[in-house]
């Protein structure tokens, strides 16, 4: 079975600051997909990031950054320079290779001071 | 660019009443998959469709049924609404290339009164 472990229910950043939110996965498959989605208070959910588990280097989209530590299980998302726009709701999300379903986390509130 | 449709935005129903949600996915992207988030909850994997025929199955209570018709396009059909369905429903479409990078629709917020 798959399981995204998010240990942090809440976090504050002042604005442009970096902030991490944590991520760790469990999974026996040796191929799998990670993915980052933000869902804010109007609750769309927007796909921000993804790694691969045989990427060799860590995924980058514009001010998000994804730790990417497979010995440790780890997939970390970095947002660098926070902005007020980016308070909301981070999913952190996995899909095993060979199965369509994406397994989420409880997710991590994040609240962007002024 | 074009992201996945979902409609109706909002839908208010009775307690036994049926609800049709509809999704038209991003074009050239061949699966469609369906989420159920309640409350304060992470998003539950419904079912998906590649290519028309149900691909993969999560926990979708018997009364509720989808399928995806020619045009890509998929529809959910929930029968005998109870309180509990009430939430909020994703529609998501991905291609079948490696990453299979899943994007949302806006959501279909379902209350059942």
């Known amino acids: 079975a798959q399981k995204i472990t998010q240990t942090q229910p809440g976090m504050f950043v002042q604005e442009k600051e970096a902030v991490t939110l944590d991520c760790t996965y469990d999974?026996?498959?040796?191929?799998?997909?990670l993915f980052w989605y933000k869902q804010p208070s109007s609750g769309e959910m927007i796909f921000l990031i993804y790694q691969g588990s045989y990427d060799q280097q860590n995924a980058t989209e514009g001010r998000y950054s994804l730790n990417f530590q497979k010995a440790r299980k780890s997939a970390n998302l970095v947002i660098s320079a926070s902005q007020l726009g980016d308070s909301a709701m981070y999913f952190c999300?996995?899909?095993?290779?060979?199965?369509?379903?994406?397994?989420f986390g409880i997710g991590t509130k994040l609240q962007v001071i002024p | 660019a074009a992201g996945v449709i979902q409609s109706p935005r909002h839908l208010i129903k009775e307690k036994r009443e049926t609800a049709t949600l509809k999704c038209y996915p991003i074009p050239r992207h061949d699966t469609v998959y369906w989420y159920q988030q309640g409350p304060g909850q992470d998003p539950q994997f419904l079912i998906s469709?590649?290519?028309?025929?149900?691909?993969d199955k999560g926990s979708i209570p018997d009364r509720f049924s989808a399928q995806q018709f020619s045009d890509y396009h998929s529809e959910l059909n929930m029968s005998s609404l109870e309180l509990g369905d009430s939430a909020l429903y994703f529609c998501?479409?991905?291609?079948?290339?490696?990453?299979?990078?899943?994007?949302f629709g806006a959501g279909t917020r379902l209350s059942v009164l």
């Open positions: 998501a479409s991905s291609t079948s290339q490696v990453r299979n990078i899943q994007y």
């Open positions: 469709f590649y290519e028309k025929m149900q691909s």
């Open positions: 999974t026996s498959d040796p191929s799998y997909g």
């Open positions: 999300a996995m899909r095993p290779g060979g199965y369509q379903k994406v397994t």
